[in-house]
């Protein structure tokens, strides 16, 4: 079982530059979320969905785009990268909509490096 | 706005001694969650404390939801290289779904 799996692992970018750090999972669940982590800061949540077809904003969204089509996938898009967004990008997912914290599975990360 | 502070932010300890570290905040919780992250992959979960006072144990870990609702805290005993990491706290944010905010951080290192 591959549970929630991140790619790529390691990408950089330039100033400017548009990409999508892809996100999925095997295990059916409904809720989905991106969080970044910088040093010294914690994780901090960027976008998070509910299920297919609906998604919300987090702590830090600005910059960041989300889409979730299929209850599989939650892509995170950079539309144009900026040097502030250099960060460690973690994607998660719970079995149900809420109340399900205990059961929240990270994937391994993407380091991406903007320059 | 909300933040969880722990402390130590780092600790070097000798292996087989013991660990202690907390997270305090201005706001109270119902929910308070201890997560480790080795290097390069994501956060797993340790402990989840869900009651004032309750005090919980995985193995050589233990942690407690303090009284007032405003602080955590997690003690490792006997610790071991494998012990190495980035320990987090977190508790729920106030969005109606499984979404955290995370604390600082305390980075442990464990001399053999």
């Known amino acids: 079982n591959a549970g929630v799996t991140q790619t790529p692992k390691f990408q950089v970018l330039k100033t400017g530059q548009s990409m999508t750090l892809q996100c999925a999972q095997d295990?059916?669940?409904?809720?989905m979320s991106w969080y970044r982590q910088d040093p010294g800061m914690g994780l901090r949540l960027i976008h998070y969905s509910v299920g297919a077809g609906i998604t919300d904003q987090g702590e830090v969204p600005n910059g960041y785009n989300v889409s979730r089509s299929t209850t599989e996938d939650f892509p995170l898009r950079l539309l144009s990268a900026a040097p502030s967004q250099t960060s460690v990008y973690f994607c998660?997912?719970?079995?149900?909509?809420?109340?399900?914290?205990?059961?929240?599975?990270f994937g391994s990360g993407t380091q991406l490096s903007v320059l | 706005g909300q933040q969880l502070n722990q402390s130590p932010q780092s600790m070097f300890i000798q292996e087989g001694e013991d660990v202690s570290m907390n997270c305090t905040s201005s706001?109270?919780?119902?929910?308070w969650l201890w997560y480790k992250q080795e290097p390069g992959e994501g956060p797993v979960l340790l402990i989840a404390l869900y009651k004032a006072g309750e005090l919980t144990s995985n193995g050589r870990l233990t942690a407690q939801f303090g009284i007032t609702r405003k602080d955590s805290f997690l003690n490792i005993s006997a610790s071991i290289p494998s012990d190495v990491g980035i320990y987090f706290c977190a508790a729920p944010l106030q969005t109606g779904a499984n979404n955290l905010f995370f604390g600082t951080g305390t980075r442990l290192t464990v001399i053999p």
């Open positions: 706001s109270i919780f119902n929910t």
């Open positions: 998660a997912s719970a079995p149900g909509i809420t109340g399900w914290e205990e059961k929240l599975f």
């Open positions: 295990m059916n669940h409904e809720y």
